[in-house]
């Protein structure tokens, strides 16, 4: 008698990856502990949290300070665990302070941060990069607004009038007008070309050149000006010792988790330390 043959469905071991069915994508690890469960798929961000934190956690076993994990995942820190391996990160990093001739030097060189009561009227026409968009046409697109902006026989009104057909921001109904701003009211890239630039300060009328932030492309028209009084060395000798030590904890941090990342094996997942959640 002839047996009647069926397609093979695998060997029916929980392991076996011979039935044929679909692959899944292996759990991100460190040191051959994984970051999570079979089937779970944290996004990239938590993803990368857990890596961070399983890092630390398995250095502070190594160091004697917790004690050892007997499972095959990443095990889910306690505020008691997450308090140890805070301690242990403090006394490994250590932040060296600020010397009086670096405190000095960082304030001679950055005089313009040091400003306060300054302001800009300003106005613009924002051609936003979003998403799929052709970024080199749309610098042309507004290169090309901009010359016809900075045109000797320019008419009045011009700047209001392509500000309401070309610009993606909500202040196209009034001109591009963004009224009196101050750098800390606006995107930090438009902050440091308006305001912390070491050369002469932006004259009034439209800028020369087009201003790139994260939003995408500016044409700016400075309409008014409010200088603003320049703070003494003495004034802010405390603010300037706490930016270079936050500096400084930064660089510390990053030497001390690219240690961790070098001396372990990191599979699945590209640990870069400015990424890490320490990094602050």
Same mark, same amino acid.
Request: include cysteine.
């Given at each position: ?43 990239? +961000? ?13 250095? /502070? ?14 095990? %889910? ?12 990160? %403090?006394?490994? #990093? ?27 009227? #300003? ?5 936003? *990069? ?14 090309? /607004?901009? !010359?016809? +902006? ?60 087009? *201003? ?9 028209? #400075? ?7 320049? +703070?003494?060395?003495?004034? *802010? ?23 961790? #990342? ?8 590209? !640990? ?9």
């Amino acid at each position: 008698m002839n047996a009647t043959m069926t397609p093979s469905t695998g060997c029916g071991g929980g392991a076996c990856q011979c039935s044929g069915g679909a692959e899944t994508t292996p759990a991100a690890s460190i040191n051959g502990i994984a970051l999570h469960a079979p089937g779970a798929n944290p996004d990239g +961000l938590t993803l990368k949290e857990i890596a961070y934190g399983e890092l630390l956690r398995q250095h /502070a076993v190594q160091a004697n300070l917790l004690p050892r994990h007997t499972g095959l995942v990443a095990p %889910e820190l306690t505020d008691a665990e997450r308090q140890v391996i805070e301690t242990m990160v %403090e006394q490994a #990093v250590v932040t060296p302070q600020p010397t009086e001739e670096e405190c000095r030097r960082y304030y001679d060189a950055n005089l313009a941060k040091f400003v306060v009561g300054q302001a800009l009227h #300003v106005r613009h026409i924002l051609f936003a *990069v979003t998403p799929g968009v052709n970024v080199q046409a749309l610098a042309t697109h507004a290169e090309k /607004a901009l !010359l016809e +902006l900075l045109h000797k026989d320019a008419p009045a009104g011009l700047f209001e009038k392509r500000a309401a057909e070309l610009s993606n921001c909500p202040t196209s109904t009034q001109g591009g007008d963004l009224g009196w701003i101050g750098p800390d009211e606006c995107a930090p890239e438009l902050a440091n070309e308006l305001f912390h630039q070491k050369q002469t300060p932006w004259a009034l009328g439209v800028h020369t050149k087009l *201003v790139h932030t994260r939003f995408g492309f500016h044409i700016i028209e #400075v309409l008014e000006r409010r200088s603003g009084k320049q +703070l003494s060395y003495d004034d *802010v000798r405390q603010r300037v010792a706490a930016q270079l030590a936050m500096q400084s904890r930064a660089k510390a941090l990053h030497q001390y988790m690219s240690l961790l #990342v070098g001396e372990a094996t990191v599979e699945g997942i590209d !640990l870069e330390w400015s990424d890490s959640p320490l990094v602050q």
